[in-house]
């Protein structure tokens, strides 16, 4: 995109933002997703896929007031979380994917990244938001994958290096880690 280009969407941006709530954070942000959920909806009906979606909410409200967060929007299959720390999303991270791999529900692939972000009405929109978004649709079934920038010194959590991956609509490879509890 040029920079003419960019200077527009940026002045159309903040024009768009004035009179809300529009404001800047630091924090970290996680998203969520079940997978093989379209796959389960297919198999078992719409009364299941809504149970599954209403259990991943309940969990995931449960989870984020638990590690000092809270849930941003459920996304039909999947959830956005907020933490104003990363070392809050990954231990978070942690907790969700276990509790959804010990219900009833398809196994989940997490995403978290952190950085500065823009806060509007209730939701989380920037570049951070974006990568981890797109952190999770890279992530294995049943694994938390964390961008460098969400990186901690939690002894209790593990970091195993996936490598830069090449995600969709970032200009730059991004470093992630695969996330664990540490035995």
Same mark, same amino acid.
């Not at 960019?6 to 970290?28: I, K």
């Not at 219900?103 to 997490?110: D, I, K, N, T, Y």
């Given at each position: 995109?040029?920079?003419?280009?960019?200077?527009?969407?940026?002045?159309?941006?903040?024009?768009?933002?004035?009179?809300?709530?529009?404001?800047?954070?630091?924090?970290?942000? $996680?998203? @969520?997703? #079940?997978?093989?959920?379209? &796959?389960? *909806?297919?198999?078992?009906?719409?009364? /299941?896929?809504?149970?599954?979606?209403?259990?991943?909410?309940?969990?995931?409200?449960?989870?984020?007031?638990?590690?000092?967060?809270?849930?941003?929007?459920?996304?039909?299959?999947?959830?956005?979380?907020?933490?104003?720390?990363?070392?809050?999303? $990954?231990? @978070?991270? #942690?907790?969700?994917?276990? &509790?959804? *791999?010990?219900?009833?529900?398809?196994? /989940?692939?997490?995403?978290?990244?952190?950085?500065?972000?823009?806060?509007?009405?209730?939701?989380?929109?920037?570049?951070?938001?974006?990568?981890?978004?797109?952190?999770?649709?890279?992530?294995?079934?049943?694994?938390?994958?964390?961008?460098?920038?969400?990186?901690?010194?939690?002894?209790?959590?593990?970091?195993?290096?996936?490598?830069?991956?090449?995600?969709?609509?970032?200009?730059?490879?991004?470093?992630?880690?695969?996330?664990?509890?540490?035995?």
């Amino acid at each position: 995109m040029s920079s003419g280009r960019r200077s527009v969407y940026v002045g159309m941006n903040l024009e768009m933002l004035a009179g809300t709530d529009a404001d800047t954070a630091e924090g970290a942000v $996680v998203f @969520a997703d #079940l997978c093989d959920y379209t &796959r389960a *909806c297919e198999q078992l009906g719409d009364v /299941a896929a809504a149970r599954m979606a209403v259990t991943l909410q309940r969990i995931a409200e449960h989870v984020a007031r638990a590690h000092f967060g809270h849930v941003v929007k459920m996304l039909g299959d999947g959830v956005h979380l907020y933490f104003a720390t990363a070392e809050d999303a $990954v231990a @978070a991270s #942690l907790d969700l994917l276990a &509790r959804v *791999c010990s219900s009833e529900l398809p196994c /989940a692939r997490v995403g978290v990244n952190a950085g500065p972000m823009i806060e509007a009405n209730g939701d989380y929109y920037g570049r951070a938001v974006n990568i981890a978004a797109r952190i999770a649709a890279q992530a294995t079934p049943g694994s938390v994958f964390v961008g460098e920038a969400a990186m901690t010194r939690d002894p209790g959590v593990r970091f195993e290096r996936v490598g830069p991956l090449q995600l969709r609509g970032v200009a730059q490879d991004v470093t992630v880690y695969r996330a664990t509890a540490a035995a």
